[in-house]
């Protein structure tokens, strides 16, 4: 099939679906079986996002199933706080694993079975050297390892020490299993690496039953096999440790002969994805909480209002290949951007308000007027926005001595106040140092609805909030966590971070309908942007996040590129 043919089942086209499709054509399984397997140490990122849309995704277009398996085999950095985020975010993400909910550490004890069984094979040993000795005997890239002075141990000798080991009798680090496979292989991961290590620690399922844990390279395999994983889908960095992984599979008693396949992990621009940095900008106050919208984790995201539909599209869009990439983070904003557009209930608010006395108006009467709550959905109707004698704009729309361009409101000029009349400036108020605390207006009542009857134009149309029946807000505005495109390319990531990736607005003003606006998703802000209320609202203190700012700077760089 060339790139340009579309595959018959009309599904998305890359080369693992392609090497999916061509193991159904051959009969090699009736459908496919993948599966998520995260460390719970941490949240889920917008990197992980990719690798559930994909897993999950395959199973969902070929009829097959994901398993959600937690590889918790270091109970030194692993909290049910983690296992409980992870669920909720997949969920969230629009992914369910049904009743294939698993455990590395549900495999415990077949696992140290196996472990036997490549002692007792003449393929695993127990170590004693120190994990800088390690080191030094590993060898590098260009010199082969040396081999262990314990490495010829006996069977029996070394199921005796494993055997003391998992009863807890050595202390941490004092000693290791180690696969007996090659020191002078072309592989690192090949140079007998360690299968087993002492952690007396306590596992947050299975309690003080372990003083012994297995690592990453030899649970993961085995448990791909145990739940017939079909189709073992990781990224690009594990590509090295493939050749363990099959020699594992081939030298054990498995049920299944899974085969691992990889894939280019996401990077995104003024965004780190290391786990290791998250739980620094975390745990040193850089950010509030694993849930800051500021942080590319995915609760950070729900927080910040993004819906999980722009995130499964922008999976979507950048595909799956093995060239590694980084993404501008302006196209994962353009997928909020495009879909908020169509679903975003509209309305107004005013973040820096300015006040405005419309002196012909009578005072003390107000009116409602029709206000359109999305313009690309009909069936979203309208709502009725209160008018009266004073209201509030955003200051940035009134300049007292205005550029040439400048065609908002200034004295003498007539503008028009979204949904409602033409008004002119006719006065300018300013406090004792001379700052502008208010201007005074008529309007046009002719004018109802924003239209002239007299065909008259202007140039500038405002969005206002009544300020009788305002509703006082926190606003935050969220920029990039970090300042440059490549955080840390030029030392230390934390020299790069942005000061100014929060700014907190009080006394904002928002038209009254924001008072009963849906806690989960997002709405516009009338030329303002996309704002979704924060977990912290109350009723007395409303809290919106920004989402997104209108201005697609994505759209605008294609369009120039």
């Not at 985020?85 to 294939?100: K, M, N, T, Y």
């Not at 206000?371 to 940035?396: C, K, M, Q, T, W």
């Not at 516009?524 to 704002?531: A, D, I, K, T, V």
Request: hydrophobic share 35%; proline share 7%; glycine share 6%.
């Amino acid at each position: 099939m060339s790139d340009s043919e579309t595959p018959a089942d009309g599904g998305p086209r890359d080369f693992i679906r392609d090497i999916i499709r061509a193991d159904l054509a051959a009969g090699r399984m009736a459908a496919p079986v993948t599966r998520f397997p995260p460390e719970p140490n941490g949240y889920l990122h917008i990197g992980h996002a990719k690798s559930i849309c994909l897993n999950f995704g395959i199973a969902r277009e070929f009829g097959g199933r994901c398993h959600l398996r937690f590889d918790d085999t270091n109970p030194v950095k692993e909290e049910m706080e983690y296992i409980n985020s992870i669920q909720a975010d997949v969920r969230w993400l629009g992914f369910d694993w049904g009743e294939h909910l698993y455990f590395a550490s549900d495999y415990f004890d077949r696992l140290y079975e196996w472990a036997e069984h490549l002692i007792h094979a003449g393929k695993a040993f127990v170590c004693d050297l120190s994990a800088e000795q390690m080191r030094e005997y590993r060898g590098t890239l260009t010199e082969p390892g040396r081999e262990s002075p314990h490495r010829g141990r006996s069977i029996d000798e070394n199921l005796d020490l494993f055997r003391r080991m998992r009863a807890g009798e050595f202390p941490d680090g004092a000693r290791v299993l180690r696969a007996k496979i090659d020191m002078a292989s072309g592989n690192i991961n090949m140079r007998d690496p360690v299968l087993y290590r002492i952690l007396h620690a306590r596992h947050p399922r299975t309690g003080d039953a372990w003083c012994i844990y297995p690592t990453y390279d030899f649970t993961h395999g085995q448990s791909d096999a145990i739940e017939q994983i079909t189709h073992s889908i990781c990224t690009l960095e594990f590509e090295d440790h493939r050749p363990l992984y099959d020699w594992l599979i081939e030298n054990l008693p498995v049920p299944s002969t899974p085969h691992q396949y990889e894939f280019a992990r996401l990077n995104i621009t003024y965004t780190v994805l290391s786990k290791r940095r998250l739980i620094q900008l975390v745990t040193e106050g850089h950010v509030k909480g694993w849930d800051d919208p500021r942080l590319p984790t995915l609760s950070g995201y729900r927080r910040r209002g993004f819906p999980p539909a722009a995130i499964r599209e922008f999976a979507a869009r950048i595909g799956v290949s093995k060239s590694n990439a980084t993404m501008e983070v302006a196209a994962l904003e353009a997928c909020a951007r495009e879909l908020l557009n169509r679903t975003a209930l509209r309305r107004m608010a005013v973040l820096r308000p300015l006040k405005v006395v419309i002196e012909n108006y009578p005072a003390g009467e107000s009116e409602t007027l029709d206000a359109v709550n999305n313009p690309e959905d009909e069936a979203a109707g309208v709502r009725a926005v209160p008018f009266s004698r004073e209201l509030y704009i955003e200051r940035e729309d009134f300049m007292e001595d205005p550029p040439k361009k400048f065609f908002r409101l200034a004295p003498g000029r007539e503008v028009r106040l979204r949904y409602a009349y033409f008004v002119t400036c006719t006065e300018v108020i300013k406090d004792a140092a001379g700052q502008v605390v208010e201007l005074r207006c008529t309007y046009d009542p002719a004018t109802r609805g924003g239209n002239a009857p007299d065909g008259r134009k202007v140039k500038a149309t405002l969005h206002w909030v009544s300020a009788a029946h305002a509703l006082d807000a926190e606003v935050r505005l969220y920029d990039h966590l970090f300042a440059r495109p490549d955080p840390g390319a030029d030392g230390d990531v934390m020299d790069d971070l942005n000061p100014d990736s929060l700014e907190v607005l009080t006394g904002c003003k928002l038209e009254p309908a924001l008072a009963d606006a849906p806690k989960d998703y997002p709405v516009q802000f009338e030329r303002l942007g996309y704002f979704t209320p924060d977990p912290d609202w109350t009723d007395a203190a409303p809290v919106f996040n920004r989402t997104a700012t209108l201005r697609d700077a994505w759209a605008k760089a294609q369009a120039r590129g």
